[in-house]
């Protein structure tokens, strides 16, 4: 095990490297910087001279992979570097907004499990009844809408006619999170739905279910203690992919919510052309993907001991 968890750490290494270096480059391949884009919107004429000097002092005069190298250096070495823009510390700017969006991606996985899992049994259980044709009918609809049409109907109903919370994210974090949660929960629930289901209905049609019916177990209890047992793998599977999905889906229900996420700041970084701030979020969301897939396939080993692990015995 010891083994596997350190050659899966050592894999991150060129990961890392070629996310990043993809992102530099299409940042670059997109025009402009950050300078630049602060004197073109400073409303006076500012000489070339002082544009150049300015491009100078963050390097970014320098070719494309010497300022590459010298970013992954010194974020190799724990120095993100400063924002173009702000002028902080890109440390200082980007871990204060990370727990927001943990938070934000927490509840949204939590509501999903809570939604996709008794939906989708009680869709198999009633297979080819009014309940199932119901559940996959609304299904379909949720999984049909994109997050910010969703976003636009739950903030008309629950903000603008309803009164219940507030349009944008604002102190109250009981009542600001919920809009951005169903949004997000909305659609990785009715996606997982009916992959739950089919998994289940699959199980049901199983000879171990018909065995333990005409022995007369009762049909909760093979529900629960052997097909839910079964399932548990695609379940464990659907939730790694849906950390995966919301890491990067977060970005645009944070900017339409303004939930003062890293998903935010992502968005108002790219839009400025901060460099810095754009290969931290991208860096920092590829660790923790990595990190979510190696914790699935430890899950995996232990749930079902067949599963062999790289390291392990054959």
Known sequence: MGKYILKRLLQL??????????????MRLAGGDAVTYMYENAGVNVPQ???DQAKAEYGLDQPFLVQYARWFAGMATGDMG???VSKRDVYETFVPKLPATIQLTASSVILTILLAVPLGILSAVKHNRWTDYLIRFLSFIGNSMPNFFAAMVLMYFFSIRLGWFPVVANDNLGQSIVLPTLT???????KYTRQVRATVLEELNKDYVAGARARGVRGH??????????SMLTIITLLALSIGSLLGGTTIIETIFMWDGVGKMAVDAITMRDYPIIQAYVAWMAVIYVAVNLITDIIYHYLDPRVKLGGDAA
């Open 221 to 230: 209890i093979i529900i629960w203690k052997s097909v839910m047992k079964s």
């Open 49 to 51: 001279e002082v544009i």
């Open 184 to 190: 997000l929960a909305v659609s990785m629930a009715s």
């Open 82 to 84: 400063k924002s173009y």
């Open 13 to 26: 290494i060129p990961i890392l490297i070629g996310i990043t270096f993809l992102s530099f480059a299409m």
